[in-house]
Structure formats: structure tokens, C-alpha cells
């Protein structure tokens, strides 16, 4: 049984060129992917830490901590500053 591994499968996020509905449709594409490793959500941080990119990670490293381990907060930081 092959391992699903889906960072392979989503796109960087960079966050340039992206405009608010692309934005919103790579968190999806992202929580989509992640739902398929049947891991807690909040597992999901350190993969999506992975996949950002350019001045998006200096925005990450900003966050709170308690912001970047939980799935639900992060998740609310990113529409709200890339999809509002």
C-alpha cells in the first residue's frame, strides 16, 4: 500500500501572485490533502509550515505560538490576512 504523502501534491504557497479566491482554494487544496493522512488537524501546522514561501514564512514566524500549533487558529490567521 503506497503512503499518501501530500506535500508532493500541493503547490508552495508564496502568496504573490495568489489573489483572495486563489488563496482560499490552496488552503483547501492543502486541508483536502492533509484529511487523506488521517492525521490530528493539528498535525497539520508543521506540513503547512513546509509549503509556505518568500515573505509568507516571515508572516508565519510572526504568528503566536499557540497560533502555529493549532490547526483551527492558524488556519483563521490565513483567510483572514490572504482571503479577506
Partial sequence: MASHRPLDRIKPFSGSSNK?????????TFAYEMTGTHTEADKWCIPFDLS????????F???????KRTWKL????????FCS
Fill in 20 to 28: 483572495s479566491e486563489n488563496s482560499m482554494q490552496w488552503l483547501r
Fill in 52 to 59: 509556505l514561501r518568500d515573505g509568507v514564512i516571515h508572516g
Fill in 61 to 67: 514566524r510572526q504568528l503566536p505560538k499557540k497560533t
Fill in 74 to 81: 492558524l488556519s483563521n490567521a490565513f483567510i483572514h490576512y
